[in-house]
């Protein structure tokens, strides 16, 4: 639902993620522009769950427009949206919105999501799928996000420099979807927090996962700064994500026009 890094290229949302299937729909953060996209795919009230993977605008702003689609919409749904934040992610949040206090005050959050905060240390059951985490080299405590359902996995570097512990999450997972903000001769100095695609093809390889999505770049990024740089170090699949992409497990991604309803087979 959104491939930026934290300037949205034009047209283009930042960091947000659906996995969908016949069952659940989870979202993955939900950055700016993310909410208009994601409403081409699935009706935000049916939606199962919500986790974010760390307190940067670019990956929960959103959460803003959802909130006033939840509460003023013309539906509503029957239960409270559940909403997983990382540790302490609750509080920067209500801090946040408690600027809107003529519009609910403290319940501005609670009254249509069912806010809870996620232990990264432990694995998260949505549905039948189970989410684990860990955390990832950032600015922040960020942490990165491993899907699994029915035996295929999604693994989700968040924002991270290369990091072992990404590897460790990742390991073998049939897609790969990993940020790549740095340019090819981009330096971060001191404290690193983003990786280049190079490093993203590197954790990649490690990891042995089974396709590699690139996410989270710049409009200034060029196939140089992206897929070619990736396939050095790894041999697998590459796609450069773009909004409204669609990623099948086992079969070639393609961009969407419509909603995920519309492409299903009819009577399927
Ligand atoms: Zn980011
Ligand atoms: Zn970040």
Same mark, same amino acid.
């Given at each position: 639902?959104?491939?930026? =890094?934290?300037?949205?290229?034009?047209?283009?949302?930042?960091?947000?993620?659906?996995?969908?299937?016949?069952?659940?729909?989870?979202?993955?953060?939900?950055?700016?522009?993310?909410?208009?996209?994601?409403?081409?795919?699935?009706?935000?009230?049916?939606?199962?769950?919500?986790?974010?993977?760390?307190?940067?605008?670019?990956? $929960?702003?959103?959460?803003?427009?959802?909130?006033?689609?939840?509460?003023?919409?013309?539906?509503?749904?029957?239960?409270?949206?559940?909403?997983?934040?990382?540790?302490? %992610?609750?509080?920067?949040?209500?801090?946040?919105?408690? #600027? $809107?206090?003529? *519009?609910?005050?403290?319940?501005?959050?609670?009254?249509?999501? *069912?806010?809870?905060?996620?232990?990264?240390?432990?694995?998260?059951?949505?549905?039948?799928?189970?989410?684990?985490?860990?955390?990832?080299?950032?600015?922040?405590?960020?942490? =990165?996000?491993?899907?699994?359902?029915?035996?295929?996995?999604?693994?989700?570097? #968040?924002?991270?420099?290369?990091?072992?512990?990404?590897? #460790?999450?990742?390991?073998?997972?049939?897609? $790969?979807?990993? *940020?790549?903000?740095?340019?090819?001769?981009?330096?971060?100095?001191?404290?690193?927090?983003?990786?280049?695609?190079?490093?993203?093809?590197?954790? #990649?390889?490690?990891? %042995?996962?089974?396709?590699?999505?690139?996410?989270?770049?710049?409009?200034?990024?060029?196939?140089?700064?992206?897929?070619?740089?990736?396939?050095?170090?790894?041999?697998?699949?590459?796609?450069?994500?773009?909004?409204?992409?669609? $990623?099948?497990?086992?079969?070639?991604?393609?961009?969407?026009?419509?909603?995920?309803?519309?492409?299903?087979?009819?009577?399927?």
């Amino acid at each position: 639902m959104g491939s930026s =890094a934290s300037i949205p290229r034009p047209g283009r949302a930042c960091s947000s993620y659906l996995i969908a299937d016949d069952e659940t729909s989870l979202v993955l953060d939900l950055g700016s522009g993310a909410f208009a996209n994601l409403r081409r795919h699935v009706d935000y009230n049916r939606l199962d769950a919500i986790v974010i993977s760390h307190m940067h605008a670019d990956h $929960f702003i959103d959460l803003i427009p959802l909130r006033y689609a939840l509460c003023y919409g013309p539906q509503r749904r029957k239960r409270k949206l559940p909403l997983y934040l990382p540790p302490d %992610g609750e509080r920067m949040l209500h801090a946040l919105v408690s #600027a $809107f206090a003529d *519009e609910g005050g403290g319940d501005f959050l609670t009254e249509v999501f *069912e806010v809870a905060t996620y232990d990264p240390a432990s694995s998260l059951r949505i549905g039948a799928g189970v989410i684990r985490f860990a955390p990832t080299a950032h600015y922040i405590p960020a942490y =990165a996000v491993r899907y699994e359902r029915h035996g295929q996995s999604i693994a989700y570097s #968040a924002d991270t420099a290369p990091d072992e512990r990404i590897v #460790a999450l990742a390991r073998e997972a049939d897609l $790969f979807v990993c *940020e790549s903000t740095l340019l090819a001769n981009d330096v971060e100095r001191g404290m690193r927090g983003h990786s280049s695609s190079r490093e993203a093809g590197q954790m #990649a390889q490690a990891a %042995g996962v089974r396709r590699l999505a690139l996410t989270h770049y710049a409009e200034t990024a060029t196939a140089h700064d992206l897929d070619e740089g990736a396939c050095e170090f790894y041999s697998g699949e590459i796609v450069v994500a773009d909004d409204h992409m669609l $990623f099948e497990l086992g079969s070639a991604p393609r961009i969407l026009s419509g909603s995920l309803c519309a492409e299903e087979p009819a009577g399927g």
